[in-house]
């Protein structure tokens, strides 16, 4: 075990079941509903870091308000085709394609509960 680095994540989510649906077309992530908890919880498993998307306990913040969280990025092997995907399944353009010059393409999306994600395809002419 790795100590002290991301090893688990959760998505909060106004509409638990939606929310499932969108990352499995987005990521094509799968889920399984973890029953005998306080809220809806739904365990996620994808091909790094385990996670799970949660009942949210609170309000969602305002637009343009900005998070009050931590932010997870995906590494993709095609951000282009990522996006599109991420689009097609109802998310939104946060702060769209940009370079970090020599390492990677980024990016940033709203799920279809308002959640900030990124994502980054890694390349070293990114300029």
Known sequence: ?????PQYFEIQASQPKELVEFYKKA????FE???????EYWRITTSGIGGAILERPAQIPHAQQGTNAY??????????????????????VALPKFAIAGKCWQG???DVDQNTFGIFQADEAAA
């Open 1 to 5: 075990m790795y100590m002290n680095q």
């Open 27 to 30: 990521f094509d992530w799968t």
């Open 33 to 39: 509903e973890q029953t005998g908890m306080p809220i």
């Open 71 to 92: 932010v997870v990025s995906m590494e993709v092997a095609d951000f282009d085709a990522t996006a599109d995907a991420i689009l097609a399944a109802g998310g939104m």
């Open 108 to 110: 940033y999306f709203l």
